[in-house]
């Protein structure tokens, strides 16, 4: 029989550990409170291996196989903390899906996620990591999400969790006329997170602050 899978975790995956988590997020600026319940409560031990569990509520990137990373705590809410700061979306598209964390933070507080992924290894394990929380509404699909998801276009939000060079102006045609994009474009070593935001001219676009990320490559894999 299979074990009992540990969903709300002990010691070092415990709530207080997740609690010293969001109390840190919230000295570095992060103040949306429904954010910061939706980190708390989402057990991020889950998303990476489980030699790395114990170091899952540290504010850090962890690497998730594929040489590709779980982004640090931090960075997931600073990205959607911008996108919130702009309205409630109903819908956002996600490309690089990754480990699922920033897709199940996003299920928890928005009607219709989308995530596109090209390791379909990657993508397998996220999508057992979404069954197992129950967040069957997620949609995804193994592809190169530089095409961003034309059928289900538009977007109310489009967040890019890997860095393109410049900014993807494919997915900007792809958000509602007043949407958002946020998103780390740049070259490795000097990549600026970017909010960009879809109105009747073209777009405008405001500079958040320097991140790392790993490169949005093309093709599948
Ligand atoms: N949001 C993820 C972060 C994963 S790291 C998480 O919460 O864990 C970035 C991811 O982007 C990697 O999994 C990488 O494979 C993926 N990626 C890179 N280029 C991509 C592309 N063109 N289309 C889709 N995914 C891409």
Known sequence: MASKIDLSGVGMTSQRTRNRLTDRLRSGGISNEALLD???????????DEALA???????????G?????SQ????ARMTQAILALGQPKSIL???????????????????VYTVERISG????????????????????YDDGQLGWPEKQPFDAIMVTASPREVPHELIAQLNPGGCMVVPVGTPGNQELTLIQRNEEGFSTEILEK????????GKN
């Not at 939706?38 to 990476?48: D, E, K, M, Q």
């Not at 170091?55 to 998730?64: F, G, Q, S």
């Not at 705590?73 to 997931?76: D, N, S, T």
């Not at 996220?126 to 509404?137: D, E, H, P």
Request: hydrophobic fraction near 45%; charged fraction near 20%.
């Open 54 to 64: 114990h170091r899952a509520y540290e504010d850090t990137a962890l690497p998730i």
């Open 73 to 76: 705590p931090y960075i997931v």
């Open 122 to 141: 990657l993508l397998e394990k996220a999508v057992s990591r979404f069954r197992l929380l129950g967040l069957n509404q997620i949609r995804y699909k």
């Open 94 to 112: 996600e490309i690089g899906t990754g480990s699922g964390y920033q897709s199940v933070i996003l299920a928890q507080l928005m009607d219709d």
């Open 211 to 218: 991140v790392r990320f790993v490169p949005l490559l093309g």
């Open 38 to 48: 939706v980190i708390a409560s989402t057990p991020r031990h889950l998303f990476v």
């Open 66 to 70: 594929y040489s590709q990373t779980i």
